[in-house]
């Protein structure tokens, strides 16, 4: 599929305006960790191989191009295509790094220094780039060297265990959540690293590992589990090892999340107990106090539930909420992507997908994407489509590095550069 024109080389004006980085990522994690840079105002130079980016084609409908999972972690960057097996493709990034304000891969560990890359030299170029490795379990350790993907992150870090009903088999939250957490992670870890530079002048080696940041993103059981030895960790269903009530309840058209905490009248299980009409339950003994309540869970639940049952979700949750109660409705994707809420907060927003107008589509066709949760705040701009293969290889050895006509067609035509002006 051709397109009409190219994409946006980056998003801004914004507040990394002038920041330059070299982009060896793919998959998620670290994609979404430079798009998060981009949308900020940096300019993203995703470095490619011949076969490109390993997601690009995953769900790719050919009428609409791209495919949503390349798009959500490469949009707005701009794409050159190096064959880094031939040297004068590897010196073509050589020249690029040097330009580098930040540098990304998530990698293997070592493979950057098979390349002759070693981070440890790259931070003492003259621009002292801030060098970010992303990976599974991060350097030095036995793990090191272990494949890893996002359901590992989260069964190594002790989530997954604690994620179904005792006696089967836990459950992975299959929506990316370790990749996107050591994405915010990462990118939040080279801004650091920026603020620093200007302090003291020093690049640096950032080694962010998935595992790391899953241990650390468990506010509940993992801390508890480090400080106290003594405790038997098991799945609890739809239950919270510290709240009750706390969970999924079904109303008669759908799902609802209650959460009860405290204790009292004024507390917010004593609103929930107001609201569902059971305002005996603030001073039963068995539901009193919050150590009571996870000792009866199923006397508390099931009050909960027999009052949510009879109601509608919308209903429930308007009820409660008005009530100062903790509820939410359980959304399907669809119904949240389509929710006014993340519209109006410009979390979904409407962008062209470059393709080709045809009879249904007189300017083109559009797609709804997620943005990334910065917008509000100022700090970026409105989502852009991904990059095809090798979109901006020309524009960038002519622009950036200064190259002439005659020498890109030469690296056109010995396979070192390449560009496919088609999706994915």
Not at 237 to 253: L, N, R, T, Y
């Amino acid at each position: 599929m051709s397109l009409i024109g190219p994409s946006a080389a980056c998003i801004g004006p914004g507040v990394l305006e002038g920041l330059l980085v070299v982009d060896f990522t793919q998959a998620i994690a670290g994609p979404i960790a430079t798009r998060i840079l981009g949308e900020m105002g940096a300019r993203i130079i995703k470095i490619e191989s011949p076969r490109g980016d390993l997601v690009r084609g995953i769900q790719c409908r050919p009428e609409l191009g791209w495919g949503p999972m390349f798009g959500h972690g490469s949009a707005g960057k701009e794409s050159i295509c190096v064959d880094m097996a031939q040297a004068d493709g590897l010196a073509l990034v050589d020249r690029l790094i040097d330009l580098a304000d930040v540098v990304v891969e998530n990698f293997r560990p070592g493979t950057l220094e098979r390349w002759g890359f070693d981070p440890q030299q790259l931070i003492l170029r003259e621009k002292h780039p801030i060098v970010c490795s992303v990976s599974g379990f991060g350097r030095g350790t036995e793990q090191s060297a272990w494949s890893a993907t996002d359901p590992l992150g989260q069964a190594f870090s002790g989530m997954t265990f604690m994620i179904g009903s005792l006696g089967e088999r836990p459950f992975l939250a299959a929506n990316g959540i370790a990749d996107c957490t050591t994405a915010m992670a990462a990118a939040a870890a080279i801004l650091a690293a920026v603020i620093g530079r200007m302090r003291d002048g020093r690049g640096r080696h950032l080694d962010v590992a998935m595992a790391d940041v899953m241990l650390a993103m468990d506010c509940v059981t993992n801390p508890v589990a480090a400080a106290f030895d003594d405790v038997a960790w098991q799945p609890l269903g739809h239950d919270h090892p510290a709240v009750c009530p706390f969970g999924v309840f079904e109303a008669s058209d759908g799902f609802v999340v209650i959460q009860g905490l405290g204790e009292g009248a004024d507390s917010t299980w004593g609103r929930l107990c107001q609201a569902i009409g059971q305002p005996a339950l603030i001073t039963d003994p068995r539901s009193a106090s919050a150590a009571a309540r996870l000792d009866h869970r199923t006397h508390v639940n099931g009050a909960v539930q027999d009052w949510v049952g009879t109601r509608s979700r919308a209903e429930v949750v308007r009820h409660l909420q008005a009530t100062g109660s903790l509820s939410g409705p359980v959304h399907t994707p669809r119904e949240a992507v389509t929710h006014p809420f993340y519209r109006a907060r410009g979390g979904v927003a409407t962008i062209p997908t470059g393709a080709v107008p045809d009879a249904n589509h007189g300017e083109g066709p559009t797609r709804d994407v997620v943005a990334m949760p910065f917008g509000p705040s100022g700090l970026s701009g409105p989502p852009q489509r991904p990059p095809l293969l090798g979109e901006h290889t020309r524009a960038l050895l002519a622009d950036l590095l200064q190259m002439g006509a005659s020498d890109i067609d030469r690296l056109y035509a010995e396979g070192v550069v390449k560009t496919r002006m088609e999706w994915p």
